[in-house]
């Protein structure tokens, strides 16, 4: 780790942490916030751009109505307030990858305000986190820092500047400050970003692909010595692009200040940058307030104006609660409320519910996507939303499996497979000649290999041991790389022995 560190416990028995975040939200609507440039990820560099997303001189922006309708649904969701009159506002602040050397947000009036979401922790705990507001925004471009070691930059010897991404629909979700987590912080950011991806998900207005940044988290963190009500001077962990880091930031970031604090010294109001190979926070910039931003309203925009109408019109667009979502899935899948829970903390609920409504049962849903693909996303230190296998795999997989040409154990390689890139299932086990091997001249000749190594184990099955098979077959699944029928070969062994099964 970069810094000194205080245990999380020592750090618990000294500390009362108060968090705060920002989720940043990326638009999936077809262009940009201000400008007709695409919306589109992964296409090549500074390819979806205008004059209007690089500032260019006397260029005029125009508000995507889109995007805010979909401000206006999220607002709804939060259970947030609706302004009936909202200005954009300029940020002024310079970096290269802002082009107009300003970004056009939303300052002292967001659209929607004084929300509330409320969670439940791993075991059901139920916390309640108030929302501040929820804007809408710019993002800026991407920069990648070159000729460096570690792709950051430090180190590097110069930096490329993408605009593709400047301009993108944005909301910014801001909490009020948050008390009350004590040692349960770090695993109430993750489920807290896990909701708010969900949310905007099921309305269907992000991505919500964290890997490709379409929801980020600015995580903050202070710390009160216990007994006392002040908070303390906060850092502030910037972009931080999945669960799995929101929760181990959060958790570092509280072991750090303990450390600082217990040490007498002060904490530095900055912002931090994650690295997930060393698992710590480095320094970045000094924090600024709002005065430093120099915001005043946007010149070249009318205000966004609501009507009851129209905000009622979105509200019967919404789909189903979440909360009331999880329950009636829990009911229709006859989860036990252990198993649904392990579910929704691993992030897989839409996979699971995708998984079934193509033909997968509920169990064997579960089975996959908690087991062998969940081992796979632990073992790569990743989410297993990351993972390239989507719920037509799984379904293709159980049914190879349903028509006897592989087995559980082949559907295990399968799925590894699938993860590295070869191929649907159907396709590996063409290419890697994986099916099951139910030809009954191949599995009697492994079977006589196998009575033929261990004469002591076909005497102890003519004796009457009729468990002693096993025995046998481990050797000819070992022959047959995995991929014999076990039952078959079962019934070939005590044939040959004329031994009744």
């Known amino acids: 780790m970069s810094e000194d560190v205080l245990s999380f416990e020592e ?3 000294r500390f009362d942490p108060v968090l705060g975040f920002e989720v940043h939200v990326e638009l999936n609507t077809n262009t940009k916030m201000f400008d007709a440039a695409p919306n ?14 690089l500032g260019l001189p006397g260029v005029l922006p125009v508000v995507n109505g889109k995007a805010v309708e979909s401000a206006i649904k999220l607002g709804l969701a939060l259970d947030c307030s609706i302004a009936q009159k909202c200005h954009f506002a300029r940020k002024n602040y310079f970096y290269p990858d802002t082009p107009k050397n300003f970004q056009t947000s939303q300052y002292d009036e967001p659209i929607a305000f004084d929300g509330r979401l409320e969670l ?16 809408m925004e710019e993002d800026a471009g991407k920069l990648t820092h070159v000729g460096g070691a570690t792709g950051r930059i430090q180190g590097a010897s110069h930096s ?15 909490t009020k400050p948050i008390v009350g987590a004590g040692s349960r912080a770090p695993e109430l950011a993750r489920v807290y970003v896990a909701a708010i991806r969900e949310i905007v998900k099921n309305l269907g207005i992000s991505d919500a692909r964290m890997e490709r940044g379409n929801v980020r988290c600015d995580a903050n963190v202070s710390l009160m010595p216990k007994g006392t009500t002040e908070f303390g001077t906060r850092s ?3 972009n931080v692009n999945s669960l799995r880091a929101v929760e181990r930031a959060v958790r570092f970031e509280i072991q750090r200040h303990a450390a600082v604090l217990s040490a007498g010294d002060k904490i530095v109001q900055e912002t931090r940058h994650w690295h997930e190979d060393t698992r710590s926070t480095t320094s970045g910039r000094p924090k600024s307030d709002a005065d430093d931003y120099r915001y005043f309203p946007e010149p070249d925009l009318v205000p966004v104006v609501t009507t009851q109408d129209w905000i009622e019109e979105l509200r019967a667009t919404l789909p189903e609660p979440p909360a009331q979502r999880r329950k009636r899935l829990k009911n229709d899948w006859g989860y036990s409320d252990e198993e649904f829970r392990d579910v929704v903390n691993a992030g897989v ?14 169990a064997v849903a579960r089975k996959w996507w908690m087991g062998e693909i969940a081992r796979l996303a632990k073992q790569a230190e990743v989410e297993i939303v990351d993972l390239p296998v989507t719920p037509a ?21 399968v799925i ?66 995995g991929q014999a029928d076990a039952g078959r070969v079962r019934q070939i062994i005590l044939k040959r022995l004329g031994v009744q099964g």
């Open 11 to 13: 750090a618990m028995e």
């Open 40 to 53: 589109t990820f992964g296409d090549d560099p500074n390819t979806n751009i205008t004059p209007v997303s």
């Open 120 to 135: 439940e922790l791993e075991d059901g705990t139920p916390f309640s986190i108030e929302i501040e507001r929820a804007h």
């Open 160 to 174: 490329l500047v993408d605009y593709n991404r400047s301009g993108v629909p944005l909301i910014e979700i801001v």
């Open 236 to 238: 502030e962990t910037k």
């Open 349 to 362: 609920m839409d996979e699971i519910e995708q998984t079934i409504a193509a033909g997968a049962s509920a």
């Open 393 to 413: 795999h799984v379904v293709e997989v159980n049914a190879l499996i349903d028509e006897g040409k592989i087995n559980d154990k082949l559907a295990k390689k």
């Open 416 to 481: 590894g497979f699938v993860v590295e890139g070869e191929g649907s299932p159907s396709e590996i086990v063409e290419a890697r000649s994986l099916a099951v091997v139910s030809d009954d001249g191949a599995l009697t000749a492994a079977v006589d290999d196998a009575m033929a190594q261990m004469p002591d184990v076909v005497e102890k099955i003519k004796g009457g041991k009729v468990q002693a098979v096993g025995a046998l077959i481990g050797p000819v699944m070992k022959a047959t790389r």
